[in-house]
């Protein structure tokens, strides 16, 4: 049974880049790159073997713990286990829960982020290859960290779905989540920061985790290295009995979430209209009002309206590090760019409510132009916030003009084009109720393509009115920053209005293909 839950696994993985040629070449490129920096890794651990033991096991015990913590938390926030063998499927079916285990856990090595895993940490061999038994026990001890970081994986994420069967829990989360990624870069220099003033704990930290889950196993070999045979058979025996613990309540978790699986819970009480209220009563004014419902219930697009006070903290850090507080300048742009690319899925995340669309014969344009107009009322005021502060606060007003023209290019071209886009490709997003992180199985090569000819696209557009502001920026020319601004508005409002009309025709043409399409990705 476990062997059959392999070949499933590999032939659903096949099948899904049967699917599209340009997911496979995605994957293909992705797979590259990963291998690129796997490459690296490995041959920086290569090198370790010239250095003293001592030194050898702090930097893997750091690295791996890293690794394992990473592994244990980042798919509750990011993309989750892959689902492409849900265990909720194999409910009906006659199995035992630890051939279903055994099952799932193996096939987390097909697929490239366990693979690798399972390539860099057995890598570690390398950094003990200088003795037969410190490298033996490298090579033992890696592919058992890798197994442990899957169990971890699924642990989690296991114990967390049955502890989170509250809608209302997943919709805050899954918006609250965003904060630390955000803000991940600048956390991570002020972490280095500390660690560089603070290198003698290094040591200790790397005594301590050894003993815990998330290092004992990367601690083995340098036992064996010194020649404390006795520490790195008990260390090595704490480590599978940590493992053995870690399956044991996997197994228990996936027991539970087959027996009494939970689902989310809907309101029945009336709240009123809501933003039907507020729109007019026409065919864009009820898509506007329901896009714009979205806006504030739904987490996937609640994810764009916390990125709004989020961002100016990333870009302020960033002007910090680089000794320039005129970076952020950039704000006003960059905010328009992201809200304008917000609605490039619009279609996608629909799913089958597409449906609503199709069946009551609203007009492509119509359907456009509400789901723009919803768009705009969040991210017009937040664009010309972006535009006109920094220059205010730096002292810059001569940049004013051409800071709010480029902006407001930014946020309709962003517009139009996503307009555009979002009528011509669909493709697998995280359906409804599920975390905006999520990333559907074998959807991400081709949620990177379009997302990059998209974002392309708005950049090419943009380059006029950003051009003649950065002229002004370097010369002086207070005529360009007006040239710059009324450019910008111009391009942008014109490249709005084609965006809506090709996108409006595109989708008169296509609807029935685009139902078909979100009811694939469902």
Avoid at 359 to 383: F, N
């Amino acid at each position: 049974m476990v062997a059959y839950l392999l070949k499933l696994k590999l032939l659903l993985l096949g099948n899904s880049f049967r699917r599209s040629p340009w997911q496979l070449v995605g994957v293909i490129l992705a797979g590259l790159y990963a291998l690129g920096v796997i490459g690296m890794l490995v041959s920086a651990m290569a090198f370790l073997v010239d250095r003293e033991a001592t030194f050898i096991s702090m930097v893997l015990v750091l690295a791996v713990s890293a690794i394992t913590l990473g592994w244990a938390l980042i798919p509750l926030v990011a993309f989750g286990v892959d689902l492409t063998l849900d265990p909720a499927r194999f409910t009906t079916f006659a199995m035992s829960r630890p051939q279903l285990a055994i099952g799932l856990l193996l096939s987390g090595f097909i697929g490239i982020p366990g693979l690798l895993t399972l390539l860099v940490l057995s890598g570690q061999f390398l950094a003990w290859r200088a003795e037969l038994f410190t490298l033996l026990a490298g090579l033992l001890c890696g592919v058992l960290a890798a197994m442990f970081c899957l169990v971890l994986a699924r642990l989690t994420t296991t114990t967390m779905a049955q502890l989170t069967g509250s809608r209302r829990f997943k919709d805050v989360a899954g918006i609250v989540v965003i904060i630390p990624l955000m803000l991940l870069g600048p956390l991570l220099v002020v972490v280095t920061e500390g660690i560089d003033g603070l290198t003698d704990l290094l040591p200790r930290l790397a005594q301590v985790l050894g003993w815990t889950p998330l290092g004992v196993f990367a601690a083995v070999p340098g036992d064996v290295a010194t020649g404390n045979t006795a520490l790195a058979v008990g260390r090595l025996a704490l480590g599978l009995l940590y493992l053995a613990a870690a399956i044991w309540a996997w197994e228990r978790a996936l027991h539970r979430a087959m027996e009494s699986p939970r689902s989310a819970k809907t309101s029945t009480k009336a709240v009123g209209m809501g933003a039907f209220n507020i729109f007019p009563s026409t065919p864009i004014g009820a898509v506007a009002a329901r896009a714009m419902t979205y806006w504030f219930k739904d987490p996937r697009y609640g994810a764009s309206i916390v990125m709004v006070p989020l961002l100016p903290v990333v870009i302020w850090f960033s002007a910090g590090l680089n000794g320039g507080g005129e970076f952020m300048l950039l704000l006003g742009p960059l905010l328009g760019v992201l809200m304008g690319f917000a609605i490039s899925a619009d279609v996608s995340y629909d799913s089958t409510a597409f449906s609503l669309h199709v069946l009551s014969g609203v007009r492509g344009i119509h359907d456009r132009a509400g789901r723009v107009l919803a768009c705009a009322v969040i991210g017009l005021p937040v664009t010309l916030l972006a535009s006109i502060l920094p220059p205010v606060l730096l002292g810059r007003a001569d940049l004013l003009p051409a800071s709010i023209g480029i902006s407001l290019c930014a946020l309709l071209t962003g517009l139009g084009v996503s307009s555009v886009a979002s009528a011509r490709f669909t493709y697998s997003v995280p359906l409804p109720g599920e975390s905006p992180f999520k990333t559907p199985p074998g959807a991400g090569a081709r949620i990177a393509v379009v997302q990059l000819a998209t974002f392309s696209v708005m950049g090419v557009l943009l380059a006029p009115a950003a051009g003649l502001g950065l002229a002004q920026y370097l010369t002086g020319n207070d005529l360009l920053g007006w040239l710059a601004g009324v450019v910008g508005i111009v391009i942008g409002s014109v490249l709005l209005v084609l965006g809506i009309r090709i996108g409006g025709r595109w989708m008169d043409r296509r609807a029935p293909e685009l139902m078909a399409a979100v009811m694939v990705n469902k």
